[in-house]
């Protein structure tokens, strides 16, 4: 028996000793392997580049200054978070890029040690891709380093009139969050969902009825149009030989609801003299009306232009196209919400994200005109300042303006964060509830010559899947001409998973 | 004539190392399936290549030196990322040299 089992000792021995190097290439094979599975759990980067949009176009792409372009290829985001060895986050943002390139994105800490989290391949597109990066921090870490890797094209931004073209990147909406799960879980995780929205142009062609592009007849009307999306945001129109001194003649604008069935019901409304059109001056021959108004995708929309006034007077607009198409002089530029399983509106660039034991929501203002979309309500004179960036109201008394946040999931903790626009501003208050109804005002602080600062956490014991915000004008005097607004707002939620 | 003893000899060559083929056809499948770079997956494959049937330990010497060498002057040239990845590869094939060299000792000592 001790002999058999010597011999058999011996012959594997044997075996592995004239085998030795298919043993090594073993090893070799699954130590790759291992390597790989950990790497990929730990650098594995999702994109996710919006699907109903893809084809969209952004009207404010040319205007924007980008976050990265020319020689200014990296940006560093001090402080945002603060981690040790082994714990898991999600580090995600929103980019949108006029360049082929890369952009390498590491986590650095104030003693210069630093660990790359991931490489994100940058294509030209004027739609928003939502990053998002999970990885595991192998050290003390406390900023977020992002940066072009290579500068190929060197060529500027600003072409020789100093306006833009295209040639950066845009990074907006960086968040990193730590993620309650052992680095083993981290593919259990459910990809975050981020609040998808994107703009469409609708041109008119070959819509209007009885009129060839001539304003001297009566009225012309638009045949009625589907507009596919939640908002009407602009009114392009093409107009040629504009007298720009004359304010004699008025012509009256009016987009409105024409379903077969049902009575006319005017959307927006607005007039007009030539001289005006300085200020509607988009580019040469076309002229933009902010519209800015809540559409229903079931409905029809017609259009129409009428002399205001006198009807005797001799008017002077005549149509001209707004594309290279010769029979389209009107189009109109939607903005339009992707749902969750076909019902909720996530706030434009909101984030549910997993953190492993809960969910957490996360809205801030945007600085863009898309803030005013995301409001759920508001009284007559809000509106998108255009200087401050701000969503603003008339300080008048009653005036407000509320958000909506739902999610078709409980939560059960929030917290609202938001600072006033101006110092002399009178004040403002801001109340939540849970049913648009009942509400209760969160307390402020505010020290002199400084700004009204909100902060507050509130527990919701049994959950709620509302959460309504109201910001209301609570002044002692209506002053005529002055707006209130919040230079920050962010509204950030615990949701049960 | 010339022509056939060269596919003679490949075809012998192919059924002769057919074990360490399908070894280095691995290690290219293992890289493919991982979406490792092609740089990595061929010096992945060479590196599988050269245990199974070792090579001079300065042939990996001079390749590592090589990327070395072009590390500093991607610096300067200001290709940041491309010059992290020449040092990552000139380390990967000093390992290679090193390894190459544990084997030539171990020869030498037989």
Redesign the interface.
Not at chain 2, 78 to 82: A, D, I, K, T, W
């Given at each position: 028996m001790k002999t058999m089992i010597l011999t058999l000792i011996k012959t594997i021995k044997n075996y592995v000793i004239i085998n030795s190097?298919?043993w090594?290439?073993l090893c070799?094979?699954v130590l790759?392997?291992i390597l790989?599975n950990k790497n990929?759990a730990q650098e594995e980067v999702r994109v996710y580049a919006p699907k109903a949009f893809s084809h969209s176009y952004d009207p404010y792409w040319e205007k924007e200054v980008p976050t990265l372009f020319d020689n200014i290829n990296h940006i560093e985001y001090k402080n945002v978070f603060s981690s040790s060895a082994g714990d898991v986050y999600h580090l995600n943002f929103v980019v949108k890029s006029g360049l082929e390139n890369?952009l390498?994105i590491k986590a650095t800490s104030t003693t210069g040690d630093e660990m790359t989290i991931g490489e994100v391949d940058l294509h030209v597109n004027n739609t928003d891709d939502f990053i998002e990066i999970p990885f595991i921090a192998d050290g003390a870490y406390q900023n977020i380093w992002i940066e072009m890797?290579?500068?190929d094209d060197k060529s500027s931004i600003f072409n020789v009139n100093g306006e833009m073209n295209r040639r950066g990147v845009f990074i907006t909406n960086l968040g990193i969050s730590r993620i309650d799960i052992l680095p083993r879980d981290l593919h259990n995780l459910s990809p975050t969902f981020f609040g998808d929205t994107g703009w469409s142009e609708v041109l008119l062609e070959n819509n209007i009825n009885e009129v060839g592009g001539d304003l001297r007849k009566e009225k012309i009307k638009t045949k009625p149009t589907n507009l596919e999306g939640d908002f009407l945001a602009f009114l392009d129109i093409g107009i040629e030989e504009v007298d720009f001194d004359s304010k004699k003649n008025k012509h009256k604008v009016t987009i409105f609801k024409c379903n077969k069935d049902t009575k006319e019901d005017v959307l927006w409304s607005d007039e007009f003299s030539s001289y005006d059109m300085r200020k509607l001056y988009l580019r040469e021959n076309v002229y933009r009306f902010e519209v800015m108004k809540k559409i229903n995708k079931n409905d029809l929309y017609c259009l129409s232009i009428s002399k205001a006034g006198k009807k005797n007077e001799f008017d002077d607009l005549s149509f001209a196209p707004i594309t290279e198409k010769e029979d389209a002089f009107i189009a109109f530029t939607i903005f339009d919400y992707s749902e969750i399983d076909g019902e909720i509106k996530m706030l434009t660039k909101s984030k549910l994200e997993d953190l492993g034991k809960t969910f957490k929501y996360e809205y801030q203002n945007n600085n863009f005109v898309t803030d005013l979309f995301d409001l759920f309500e508001y009284s007559e004179d809000t509106k998108f300042d255009r200087d401050d960036k701000l969503v603003v109201s008339g300080e008048v008394e009653g005036n407000y303006f509320t958000y909506k946040f739902a999610l078709n999931k409980v939560f059960k903790q929030f917290r609202i964060e938001a600072e006033q626009l101006d110092v002399d501003m009178d004040q403002i208050g801001i109340s939540y509830s849970f049913n648009n109804n009942d509400w209760q005002e969160i307390g402020y602080i505010q020290e002199v010559d400084d700004p009204q600062k909100f902060d507050q956490v509130v527990n919701i014991n049994d959950g709620s899947g509302e959460v309504f915000v109201k910001v209301f004008f609570k002044g002692e005097k209506n002053k005529k001409g002055r707006y209130y607004g919040l230079k920050k707002f962010r509204f950030s939620a615990i949701v049960q998973k | 004539m010339k022509k056939e003893i060269e596919k003679i000899n490949l075809k012998k060559l192919l059924v002769e190392n057919k074990?360490d083929i399908t070894?280095v056809l691995?290690?290219v499948a293992?890289g493919i399936f991982?979406g490792?770079s092609n740089m990595e997956v061929i010096i992945?494959a060479l590196?599988?290549s050269s245990?199974?049937k070792p090579v001079p330990m300065r042939f990996f010497a001079a390749i590592a030196l090589f990327f070395l060498i072009l590390t500093p002057v991607l610096l300067i040239l200001?290709?940041?990322?491309?010059a992290e990845e020449f040092a990552v590869y000139s380390y990967y094939f000093l390992i290679m040299t090193v390894i190459m060299g544990l084997i030539e000792i171990r020869k030498d000592k037989k």
């Open positions: 190097k298919y090594v290439i070799i094979f790759a392997i790989s990929k890369k390498l890797s290579e500068l | 074990k070894l691995c290690a293992l991982y490792w992945f590196f599988v245990i199974l200001e290709r940041n990322l491309r």
